[in-house]
């Protein structure tokens, strides 16, 4: 898989309707320009805007040829943890189901360990039990730990 540096949003509309032509892309639109509002003025560290990295997660999504909510949800994942954004806004603007995945996304991410076995027991135990409700939510947070290192 290609490494995706500064991916846009004309990028990720086009990778979705090459294996779904038919995808209502309004949808990924409207979650970029949400997540580009909530993460305005946040810059990564290597200076450059926040935005890059949740449109290099949705773009890696696409390339897996996933969902359109799953590609919503590479955009939204960090608003809840890193914005203004809470899980309301992000039902009422995008559904439950949108808004559960990056609920699922974002509570992987919180728990902190005292122990490195503690870690890797509790990482397992969370993995299996996001993988029991709904998989997306570890394909997302895959493609946010790749872009991340």
């Known amino acids: 898989m290609p490494k995706h540096v500064n991916s846009s949003l004309e990028s990720i509309c086009n990778s979705v309707l090459s294996y779904y032509p038919e995808a209502k892309v309004e949808l990924i639109k409207n979650a970029y320009d949400f997540a580009e509002k909530c993460h305005k003025g ?19 999504l696409a390339e897996l040829k996933l969902d359109i909510p799953s590609i919503i949800t590479g955009l939204l994942h960090d608003t809840v943890e890193d914005t203004h954004a809470t899980f309301e806004d992000l039902e009422k603007n995008f559904g439950k189901d949108i808004a559960e995945l990056v609920d699922g996304v974002t509570k992987l991410s919180k728990i902190t360990f005292k122990t490195s076995e503690e870690k890797q027991a509790e990482n397992f135990r969370k993995m299996i039990l996001a993988m029991s409700k709904d998989i997306r939510v570890i394909l997302v947070k895959l493609a946010d730990r790749l872009n991340n290192m």
């Open 42 to 60: 946040q810059t990564r560290s290597s200076g450059e805007p926040y935005m890059t990295h949740p449109t290099d997660v949705a773009q890696t």
